[in-house]
């Protein structure tokens, strides 16, 4: 892991530029692709940068990380909606090119992998980190070979997304993740944490055993990943 420290604002423009390098050495590459509260500031450069003519989407494929289970894509709360809403409907992409894993369709959720496989698989997977350490929906305890999957949200989840949601009741229990093995099998990886709320389970995931009770520890194995951080997110390094 490459670690890199510096400003919201900073770490938003560096992410960026790896789309940049990435994209134009390679214009149909596999974006893998994240929601929550940490890439809107990458997403908005993102589009600023495709506004600019920097880079282009429209050879790309992308893959999102995760959907809540029984939420449709026209639901407000849905991972498909926020990545229209927050980045494909500001950049070029092709929306045919873009792929979210189906919360209503769930009996078939390995088949994500073979669509990802399929497409050549991913070559840059964005990240963020939940306070339990989870990448994707991915919580502790989850196998690491795992593929895309079904998993029953811990309650520390529910509660830490319930602040989109009219209520925490309203929260899905359960979503659909890429699994840990899917999430590894990304050529490039471009992880970012921000804020002092994620500087623990960022001490645990950098300098702790690879455990899977802290499922972005295996980071530490893979051979191309930089780990963007905030000076918060960093405090306790
Ligand atoms: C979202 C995802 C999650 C989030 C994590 C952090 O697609 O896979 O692992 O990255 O829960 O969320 P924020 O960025 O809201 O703190």
Same mark, same amino acid.
């Given at each position: 892991?490459?670690?890199?420290?510096?400003?919201?604002?900073?770490?938003?423009?560096?992410?960026?530029?790896?789309?940049? $390098?990435?994209?134009? *050495?390679?214009?149909?590459?596999?974006?893998? %692709?994240?929601?929550?509260?940490?890439?809107?500031?990458? %997403?908005?450069?993102?589009?600023?940068?495709?506004?600019?003519?920097?880079?282009?989407?429209?050879?790309?494929?992308?893959?999102?990380?995760?959907? %809540?289970?029984?939420?449709?894509?026209?639901?407000?709360?849905?991972?498909?909606?926020?990545?229209?809403?927050?980045?494909?409907?500001?950049?070029?992409?092709?929306?045919?090119?873009?792929?979210?894993?189906?919360?209503?369709?769930?009996?078939?959720?390995?088949? %994500?992998?073979?669509?990802?496989?399929?497409?050549?698989?991913?070559?840059?997977?964005?990240?963020?980190?939940?306070?339990?350490?989870?990448?994707?929906?991915? $919580?502790?305890?989850?196998?690491?070979?795992?593929?895309?999957?079904?998993?029953?949200?811990?309650?520390?989840?529910?509660?830490?997304?319930? *602040?989109?949601?009219?209520?925490?009741?309203?929260?899905?229990?359960?979503?659909?993740?890429?699994?840990?093995?899917?999430?590894?099998?990304? *050529?490039?990886?471009?992880?970012?944490?921000?804020?002092?709320?994620?500087?623990?389970?960022?001490?645990?995931?950098?300098?702790?055993?690879?455990?899977?009770?802290?499922?972005?520890?295996?980071?530490?194995?893979?051979?191309?990943?930089?780990?963007?951080?905030?000076?918060?997110?960093?405090?306790?390094?």
């Amino acid at each position: 892991m490459k670690i890199i420290i510096d400003t919201p604002e900073k770490i938003a423009e560096l992410a960026a530029e790896r789309y940049v $390098e990435l994209l134009n *050495r390679k214009p149909n590459a596999v974006l893998g %692709y994240a929601t929550g509260s940490t890439p809107l500031g990458l %997403y908005a450069q993102l589009a600023k940068l495709n506004a600019a003519g920097k880079l282009t989407f429209k050879d790309a494929t992308t893959f999102n990380l995760d959907e %809540y289970a029984g939420l449709d894509g026209t639901h407000e709360q849905s991972y498909r909606y926020f990545m229209n809403k927050n980045l494909f409907e500001h950049i070029d992409i092709p929306m045919e090119n873009t792929h979210v894993p189906s919360g209503t369709d769930t009996a078939h959720a390995g088949d %994500y992998d073979k669509a990802i496989a399929a497409a050549g698989g991913v070559d840059l997977q964005l990240l963020g980190i939940g306070h339990d350490g989870h990448i994707g929906f991915n $919580e502790p305890g989850t196998p690491f070979g795992s593929i895309t999957h079904v998993v029953d949200l811990t309650p520390m989840t529910r509660e830490a997304n319930a *602040r989109f949601f009219t209520s925490i009741d309203e929260v899905p229990t359960q979503a659909v993740s890429m699994g840990m093995k899917t999430i590894m099998n990304a *050529r490039q990886i471009v992880f970012i944490a921000l804020g002092k709320d994620k500087a623990e389970i960022i001490k645990k995931m950098i300098d702790g055993d690879v455990t899977t009770e802290v499922p972005a520890s295996i980071l530490q194995l893979h051979p191309n990943c930089e780990v963007f951080l905030d000076h918060d997110a960093a405090s306790l390094l």
